[in-house]
């Protein structure tokens, strides 16, 4: 088929929960960008946006609790100890943390996502959580960004009051990071079998990937049944090995959010762009991500700001402009 044949097939078909399969991926994430069929690309996608989320979009609120070295020294994290970005630590207490959670909500937040380094204390984060839930009431979804676990401990999340869990296996797994993929794919695997629900992002995506390998992570992201999926950028960050590599255009970015809207289809209804920009939004993206705290992308802490100065008024603006309206809940206003 020609790319406009798997363009007009895939919008056809979005609404079966079929996924596109493997070769057309690669296929449409093949155009040329700045071409008319890349054009037609973001077009179709946003068309299906509109048939699946009757132009809904939401805000996803991350709070990085911990700006802390972490001993896994991911390629790509500012906070690998062994690059030596981190050189004083800041932890986020209950107060800070209901604080925070508090105005996301008000912003109308509608996932709030706690995030920490890879061996943070779950115990502590749980106390985090029951505080939460007890001094935040609203219809909010609450979430960790953690390490790894299995599937006790993921239940355990679950009757503490944790909805969902962002985790992924990484574009370069196990070559930029030191974990076992296995072992990545355990934890998604613990998620699947537990009421916890996962988002799971195409991430991060740098220079250095493949069509194929990008095609590989959406299509687990889908398979894992992921309810958020989508791309994040990786953001180079000076100081660490793949620092030296220059981030995505806007327009690749834009790109892979149309394409992961066209294979996943209505079998992962919600689609997420990190960083937002309108033209991610023109392209299919409905979610996108605030951030406060400890950023993975950034060498110090964005303690009380937002990270890139990207808060839900700017988020709500380019939704706007892009033809969605932002609502805090999936029924609801
Ligand atoms: S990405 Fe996560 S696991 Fe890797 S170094 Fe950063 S905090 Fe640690």
């Known amino acids: 088929m020609t790319d406009l044949e798997i363009i007009a097939y895939a919008e056809a078909q979005a609404e079966t929960g079929k996924l596109l399969p493997r070769d057309s991926i690669i296929q449409l994430l093949a155009i040329e960008t700045g071409s008319e069929t890349w054009k037609e690309l973001g077009a179709a996608a946003r068309r299906v946006t509109s048939r699946l989320t009757h132009d809904r979009a939401y805000l996803w609120g991350a709070i990085g609790v911990d700006f802390a070295p972490c001993s896994m020294n991911c390629d790509f994290c500012s906070l690998g100890e062994a690059w030596g970005i981190v050189t004083t630590e800041r932890k986020y207490d209950e107060e800070e943390t209901v604080k925070q959670v508090r105005e996301y909500v008000q912003q109308g937040v509608r996932w709030i996502v706690l995030r920490t380094t890879e061996f943070y204390s779950k115990e502590a984060l749980m106390d985090m959580i029951r505080a939460i839930r007890t001094r935040v009431v609203g219809t909010y979804e609450l ?157 110090s802490c964005c303690c009380g700001g937002k990270w890139n100065q990207f808060d839900a008024t700017k988020a709500k603006e380019l939704f706007q402009k892009a033809g969605y309206t932002v609502y805090a809940t999936a029924e609801g206003e």
């Not at 990484?170 to 993929?181: A, N, Q």
């Not at 794919?185 to 998620?191: F, G, K, Q, Y």
């Not at 991430?203 to 069509?211: A, L, M, R, T, Y």
């Not at 030296?244 to 209804?269: D, F, K, M, N, W």
């Open 143 to 299: 979430g960790l960004n953690i390490g790894e676990f299995d599937l006790e401990t993921a239940n355990w999340l679950h009757t503490c009051g944790v909805d969902f869990i962002y985790h992924s296996l990484r574009l370069g797994e196990g070559k930029d990071t030191h974990f076992d993929p296995k072992v990545r794919i355990a934890t998604l695997e613990a998620v699947k079998a537990s009421p916890l629900k996962l988002v799971f992002l195409v991430e991060p995506v740098g220079i250095e990937h493949s069509n194929e390998e990008i095609a590989d992570i959406c299509l687990l992201a889908a398979n894992c049944n992921a309810i958020v999926t989508g791309a994040m950028a990786r953001i180079p960050v000076p100081g660490t090995p793949l620092g030296v590599y220059p981030q995505i255009e806007e327009e690749r970015l834009a790109q892979i959010i149309a394409v992961t809207r066209l294979a996943c289809g209505s079998h992962v209804p919600d689609i997420c762009v990190h960083p937002g920009s309108q033209l991610q939004m023109e392209f299919g993206a409905n979610v996108t991500v605030i951030e406060t705290g400890s950023v993975p992308r950034d060498s």
